[in-house]
RNA sequence: GUGCCCGUAGCUCAAUUGGCAGAGCACUGGUCUGUGGAACCAGGGGUUGCGGGUUCGAGCCCCGCCGGGCACCCCA
């Protein structure tokens, strides 16, 4: 028994009914991604390795990556954004843009598991190349809000802020550029450690203690976007890096507001910082108070990425969603009800002499378009086909025996209530069409 | 990748200082030969995650590996 083999570190299998949730979290992903005018596509799970190094910074350590036969340096996917920018230079002659494209698929990260952290993960993208305007990042804060309300996660928000503005955060405390990353992550905790720990953190790593005062003075900043940028705009005047920034976001949150992004799901937040090299302009992480599980995506313009592959710049910007984790706040919290098996009705089997009959019923539901499972044990009674029928969750049984048969009718059993009612052999399928159309309109 | 905690039946957990591996739920069969989710009775199931070591003797102590978790690092 102990034999059995495991899974590896960090990954994991899924049950029917997980599956099932699973399925139905990715369709209502689908459809908002659909309303939005993205459109799919896919690409292979494995890349030259190449492509992938060089984009993801100190990260780059957590791809999975081997030797294929023929001896090419591999690499599994790490996200769908470097993909996706490999894909936009080799199609661009193919493709219209600016080009909107979602993408949800298996990424690898050989990193080690905790909660919420698995070394195979699917994650949902959204993205739009080909244009710098802002409202392609409004677009996709605003599909990720939708998307993000669609599954009923609660208290979540993305928060927003700029890697020109981090940028000048760096120029402002006039530290050398290796060190602009060791402000920025003291400053992204500053929620979790307050300022007397981001002060020391930078301290710690070099940074003088009146430079590491100016940086905190700035993120520290609070009020309306529009009188923070004020701000920032009077305190970091004369910084064109700065400048650039401010202007990029006061038109993003100027489309924000315009296209009725509800903006108790979207803030300004200064701290934060992305890790990821590829970002350029504007970045975004969602969160969620309620779930305690870290990050549920992260997001931001790429302006350069698509370059590296083509010598072409194409400006990009798009956001990703981890399933992972909005799954296992889903299944924490209850927050969607998806059923727990795919059939709608099971046809039960008296004995060995009516087998026929039985398979005679099932075929001809399913070919009226009932999701129809029929007993294929080895035992007939009922009590077991019943059993079966009530741990799967199917709602109603259909049972046929010599009478029935005799007779020309059929049972129609309410699992939940134990209700039966006789209906004639020619009407069943008709019966069960409207049994289901009168579930549909209860819900 | 660094530091720490954990691993006993399908699941949740017991097992004096190292001394014959157990319970509840689940499962299988029966009470019940045309009716599930209840009850009662009986039964099956384990080389204690894997491999080594110490010991007369290891579920318990030591080492390595595999897997889970926490804190870093970082991230979805």
């Known amino acids: 028994m102990a034999r059995a083999p495991q899974v590896l570190k960090g990954m994991r299998d899924f049950l029917p009914e997980q599956m099932l949730l699973r399925?139905?979290?990715?369709?209502?992903?689908?459809?908002?991604?659909?309303?939005?005018?993205?459109?799919?596509?896919?690409?292979?799970?494995?890349?030259?390795?190449e492509t992938l190094t060089g984009k993801y910074g100190e990260d780059e350590k957590l791809i999975y990556s081997f030797q294929d036969r023929g001896e090419r340096n591999v690499g599994l996917r790490y996200d769908l954004t470097v993909p996706l920018a490999r894909?936009?230079?080799?199609?661009?002659?193919?493709?219209?843009?600016?080009?909107?494209?979602?993408?949800?698929?298996?990424?690898?990260?050989?990193?080690?598991?905790?909660?919420?952290?698995?070394?195979?993960?699917?994650?949902?993208?959204?993205?739009?190349?080909?244009?710098?305007?802002?409202?392609?990042?409004?677009?996709?804060?605003?599909?990720?809000?939708?998307?993000?309300?669609?599954?009923?996660?609660?208290?979540?928000?993305?928060?927003?802020?700029?890697?020109?503005?981090?940028?000048?955060l760096a120029e402002v405390a006039g530290v050398p550029d290796d060190q602009t990353p060791t402000i920025h992550r003291a400053i992204d905790k500053l929620a979790k450690i307050g300022e007397d720990g981001v002060l020391k953190e930078m301290q710690s790593n070099g940074i003088p203690e009146d430079a590491a005062r100016r940086v905190l003075d700035l993120v520290s900043i609070t009020g309306e976007p529009g009188e923070v940028f004020d701000e920032l705009a009077r305190r970091l005047a004369g910084n064109s890096m700065a400048e650039e920034g401010i202007s990029e976001m006061r038109s993003l949150f100027d489309f924000l507001d315009k296209m009725g992004a509800d903006s108790s799901h979207?803030?300004?937040?200064?701290?934060?910082?992305r890790g990821l090299d590829y970002y350029t302009g504007p970045v975004f992480e969602a969160m969620s108070v309620d779930a305690?599980?870290?990050?549920?995506g992260g997001a931001g313009r790429y302006d350069g990425l698509v370059g590296m592959f083509s010598g072409e710049d194409l400006p990009a910007t798009g956001c990703s969603l981890?399933?992972?984790?909005?799954?296992?706040?889903?299944?924490?919290?209850?927050?969607?009800?998806?059923?727990?098996?795919?059939?709608?009705v099971l046809v039960t089997v008296f004995n060995g002499d009516t087998i026929g009959e039985s398979l005679a019923l099932v075929g001809e539901l399913r070919r009226a378009g009932v999701e129809s499972d029929i007993y294929s044990g080895e035992k007939f009674d009922l009590r077991r086909q019943l059993q079966y029928a009530n741990r799967k969750g199917i709602p109603r049984t259909l049972i046929l025996g010599p009478d029935e048969i005799q007779t020309g009718q059929v049972i129609?059993?309410?699992?939940?209530?134990?209700?039966?009612?006789?209906?004639?052999?020619?009407?069943?399928a008709e019966a069960i069409h409207s049994a289901l159309r009168a579930d549909r309109a209860a819900d």
Request: proline share 4%.
């Open 23 to 49: 399925q139905h979290v990715l369709s209502t992903f689908r459809g908002v991604f659909e309303r939005y005018g993205f459109e799919p596509i896919e690409t292979p799970v494995i890349e030259y390795l």
């Open 87 to 168: 894909f936009v230079a080799n199609h661009r002659n193919d493709l219209t843009f600016p080009f909107k494209r979602y993408h949800i698929a298996p990424v690898f990260r050989a990193d080690r598991p905790q909660r919420g952290r698995y070394r195979e993960f699917w994650q949902c993208d959204a993205d739009i190349v080909g244009t710098k305007s802002m409202m392609a990042d409004a677009e996709v804060v605003s599909v990720w809000i939708d998307a993000l309300s669609a599954i009923n996660m609660p208290g979540f928000v993305v928060h927003i802020n700029h890697r020109k503005l981090l940028m000048s």
């Open 266 to 273: 979207y803030t300004l937040d200064l701290t934060l910082a």
């Open 292 to 296: 305690n599980i870290g990050s549920l």
């Open 322 to 344: 981890g399933l992972e984790r909005i799954f296992d706040v889903i299944q924490e919290k209850n927050l969607v009800a998806a059923p727990s098996t795919v059939s709608k």
């Open 412 to 428: 129609v059993r309410e699992m939940s209530t134990g209700d039966q009612q006789s209906v004639d052999r020619a009407n069943v």
